[in-house]
């Protein structure tokens, strides 16, 4: 297994008005992190803040090329992300104890915080299709290059982990320095990790290994 020491690239935030940062994600173009009672968008460049979309926002945020899906409380919504409006509803694994939210293969990826596990759901159900099991709190998920990660965060210890979709092996752990938790975690499908800054407010760019330019 690898290990690293986070390299934190840029940081971002905090943003008006929004004092927790929960889920993260990124659609090409812009980033987003949920504040709990709305989507904001920024400029992942600058920092600057951008559009914000009024929907309840407590958790995990992902981007499936055309849609945002966002936990609030014990339901996935699907999200139009130039209106806010919301599309659909699904039901969430957890009931309410759901954390980090990605998508890849076609399917949601939803963390679940407290339980240490990862489902892979039916976008248009809900179904649980697969779990994989961890030995740590899980705070976000995402998918890079075929590559599954989440992010932990127990006490003042947070760390980006990779880990095997089939068994939940670790096969990586990028460790964050001490106090800085992550409580949301996405790729800008390159070089970066996004990672929820959780009270602090504030989103970090965190270089992903091996990817240095130098």
Request: proline share 6%; hydrophobic share 35%.
């Amino acid at each position: 297994m690898r290990r690293s020491a986070a390299k934190i690239v840029q940081e971002y935030g905090p943003f008006p008005g929004a004092g927790q940062v929960h889920g993260v994600s990124y659609d090409g173009r812009h980033a987003w992190c949920a504040v709990g009672d709305r989507l904001q968008a920024f400029d992942p460049a600058s920092g600057t803040p951008l559009h914000s979309l009024e929907v309840a926002a407590d958790a995990g945020t992902a981007f499936d090329g055309r849609h945002l899906f966002q936990l609030a409380g014990d339901r996935i919504l699907k999200v139009d992300p130039e209106t806010g409006h919301v599309l659909a509803t699904i039901p969430a694994p957890g009931g309410g104890g759901d954390s980090g939210l990605a998508w890849a293969e076609g399917t949601l990826w939803v963390g679940q915080y407290r339980d240490r596990k990862i489902h892979q759901i039916d976008p248009a159900t809900g179904e649980i299709l697969r779990t994989v099991e961890s030995n740590r709190f899980v705070t976000g998920v995402t998918w890079v290059d075929g590559e599954l990660w989440h992010a932990t965060w127990e006490g003042d210890e947070s760390e980006l982990r990779r880990v095997d979709p089939r068994t939940g092996e670790v096969l990586e752990r990028v460790v964050m320095p001490p106090g800085v938790g992550v409580s949301g975690l996405e790729s800008d499908g390159g070089d970066r990790f996004f990672c929820g800054g959780g009270k602090s407010g504030k989103v970090r760019a965190v270089r992903r290994p091996g990817r240095d330019r130098s």
